[in-house]
């Protein structure tokens, strides 16, 4: 069994940065690939970034590239989510997940062991 554990949200002025963090337990980590999605009230979860197992390749939303980065340190199991340039749209809960299945990664089906979340709240 896998638990994933976020952390790092908060309440940040529109241009600031946070950094994520999603500490995870378990032997598989640095197995699979890991994925960041987020969640606005009323809308659905939405796919943020994802990252392989070794850290090799990269792929984001579009609505991110450029502003948000992904990287993972499989010594410490965890994967980790550099937010620059915030704006209120990037505000949601920002959940972490293992990309177990064989599915695109922007896909939420193809990831298991979800996070609780974190909340990112972006002010105007």
């Known amino acids: 069994q896998v638990q994933l554990v976020e952390s790092g949200g908060g309440l940040v002025q529109a241009g600031g940065s946070l950094r994520l963090s999603c500490a995870a337990s378990g032997q598989i980590f640095s197995s699979y690939g890991m994925g960041w999605f987020r969640q606005a009230p009323g809308k659905e979860r939405e796919f943020v970034a994802s990252i392989n197992w070794s850290g090799g390749n990269t792929y984001y939303a579009d609505s991110v590239k450029g502003r948000f980065t992904i990287s993972r340190d499989n010594a410490k199991n965890t994967v980790y989510l550099q937010m620059n340039s915030l704006t209120p749209e990037d505000t949601a809960t920002y959940y972490c997940?293992?990309?177990?299945?064989?599915?695109?990664?922007?896909?939420?089906?193809?990831?298991?062991?979800w996070g609780q979340g974190t909340q990112v709240t972006v002010s105007s």
């Open positions: 997940a293992v990309h177990r299945y064989n599915s695109g990664v922007s896909n939420p089906t193809g990831y298991d062991y």
